[in-house]
């Protein structure tokens, strides 16, 4: 069971795939903190079910709450012997990823009261190569700013077997020339940290570091799939056929 507890609706960028960039009220409300309190509650919830992976995310960027790290260490410190939630996945863009809070995730990551895969992974959407391509994809020039996050989270896991990393790339428009630049970027990047990455056009597998190129959800899909179809080959990948009625 997939259980998304999230966090904020909030978000600190603006990128065009996202439907949560396109109204100011992603769920028909105003933007919102979730408070300590209904967090813990909701955790608390999840004693005596089967097989949980709890995820902080479903359209706002997490690490945008003000008591993030309080947050998701309660999660962990309640969850001796895995008697909450069997797995925990996190979902960022990685503009707010100091080196403080990289080092409590890979710390949480390695946690002695818990199996050793409870924190499966960490999903970075990044979505671009180059500056002026993230700037006009993601709606702020964050660009440097993430590489260097991202960066130093793989430097700070090191020979670590969790998290791991999963960098995505929404294949659109906008950023299709950069694939190739991207896939070869991070692939290294991912090999200096001492990992062989999966290479997919699918959801990447949860026990491997993986670079992502995803689909663009969008009005033309059949124009996108040619697009994701097209950067796919670009890079020595087949991309298999879209499934009928998939998002």
């Not at 909701?42 to 902080?56: F, N, S, W």
């Not at 790290?69 to 863009?93: E, I, M, P, S, Y």
Request: net charge neutral; proline share 5%; with cysteine.
């Amino acid at each position: 069971m997939n259980v998304n507890l999230e966090l904020t609706d909030h978000c600190n960028l603006r990128c065009t795939m996202c439907s949560q960039s396109l109204r100011d009220e992603a769920h028909g409300a105003p933007h919102r903190f979730m408070p300590f309190e209904v967090w813990a509650r909701g955790v608390a919830g999840l004693e005596g079910m089967t097989d949980v992976t709890l995820c902080p995310h479903w359209l706002g960027e997490p690490t945008l709450h003000p008591e993030f790290d309080r947050l998701v260490a309660h999660a962990f410190g309640q969850n001796a012997g895995n008697r909450l939630f069997r797995h925990f996945k996190l979902h960022t863009n990685a503009v707010i990823l100091p080196e403080e809070r990289a080092r409590l995730l890979v710390e949480l990551a390695s946690r002695a009261d818990q199996a050793p895969d409870t924190f499966r992974a960490v999903h970075f959407s990044i979505d671009a190569f180059s500056v002026p391509t993230y700037a006009a994809g993601k709606g702020a020039d964050r660009r440097d700013i993430v590489f260097r996050n991202v960066e130093r989270f793989l430097q700070l896991r090191g020979a670590a077997p969790r998290p791991v990393a999963h960098v995505a790339f929404v294949v659109q428009d906008g950023n299709a020339a950069e694939v190739s630049a991207f896939v070869e970027h991070w692939r290294d990047r991912l090999r200096a940290a001492g990992r062989e990455p999966q290479l997919t056009a699918e959801w990447p597998d949860m026990d491997r570091d993986a670079v992502y190129l995803r689909r663009w959800n969008t009005g033309d899909q059949a124009h996108a799939d040619r697009l994701h179809a097209d950067a796919c080959r670009a890079v020595g990948l087949h991309a298999s056929a879209r499934p009928a009625g998939a998002f």
